[in-house]
């Protein structure tokens, strides 16, 4: 009873919670001063000149600030818009944990694992990530210019992990 509890009930429970704050935080949006701000500037000046008053006048993180411009030139500020974007950042974020599990599993133990098994473990070790990070969930995953900040650069990382290991003569392999 124990083993199935572990195994089985508590991922499920984990996701299920996880899911449901998400989609709560991201239908309920607080307003925060960064998505304020970029997205008046970006109203005012355009992608490309927001891009560069973002890029020297704040902290330059030339990729993220791109990316934050050209997100908020089509969300306008609309609520709705930004939760469709979060959940969409969500969602890579799960893939590319996903594609990092398979593909560590097919360099390091040569086993194939089943596409399936691959995005549960990336919803409970997401979903895990998000409770150990609870107080500061509003920030990573419910405002745009922070997930823009935080979450891209996380995921652009996984992904190219993932792409080095698939390589054959990566030298991150030790076989």
């Given at each position: 009873?124990?083993?199935?509890?572990?195994?089985?009930?508590?991922p499920?429970?984990m996701?299920?919670?996880?899911?449901?704050?998400?989609?709560?935080?991201?239908?309920?949006?607080?307003?925060?001063?960064?998505?304020?701000?970029?997205d008046?500037?970006?109203?005012k000046?355009g992608?490309?000149?927001?891009?560069?008053?973002?890029?020297?006048?704040?902290?330059?993180?030339?990729?993220?600030?791109i990316?934050?411009?050209?997100?908020?030139?089509?969300?306008?500020?609309?609520?709705t818009?930004?939760?469709?974007?979060?959940t969409?950042?969500?969602s890579?974020?799960?893939?590319?944990?996903?594609m990092?599990?398979?593909?560590?599993?097919?360099?390091?133990?040569?086993?194939e694992?089943?596409?399936?098994?691959?995005?549960?473990?990336?919803?409970?070790f997401?979903?895990?990530?998000?409770f150990?990070?609870?107080?500061?969930?509003q920030?990573?995953?419910?405002?745009?210019?922070?997930?823009?900040?935080?979450l891209?650069?996380?995921?652009?990382?996984?992904?190219?992990?993932?792409?080095?290991?698939?390589?054959?003569k990566?030298?991150?392999?030790?076989?």
């Amino acid at each position: 009873m124990k083993e199935k509890l572990v195994k089985y009930f508590l991922p499920a429970a984990m996701v299920a919670g996880f899911l449901c704050l998400f989609f709560y935080d991201a239908l309920h949006y607080i307003s925060n001063i960064d998505d304020s701000f970029n997205d008046e500037y970006v109203s005012k000046l355009g992608v490309v000149d927001a891009a560069k008053l973002f890029f020297s006048n704040i902290n330059g993180r030339w990729f993220s600030h791109i990316i934050t411009a050209i997100g908020f030139h089509f969300l306008k500020n609309n609520y709705t818009y930004y939760a469709i974007y979060v959940t969409a950042i969500m969602s890579l974020f799960v893939a590319a944990i996903s594609m990092l599990h398979k593909t560590y599993f097919k360099t390091f133990y040569k086993r194939e694992v089943p596409a399936l098994a691959s995005i549960q473990f990336a919803f409970v070790f997401t979903a895990t990530l998000y409770f150990l990070l609870f107080v500061g969930r509003q920030e990573i995953w419910a405002w745009v210019s922070s997930a823009n900040n935080h979450l891209l650069s996380v995921i652009l990382c996984i992904v190219l992990v993932s792409l080095l290991l698939q390589e054959s003569k990566s030298a991150l392999k030790t076989t």
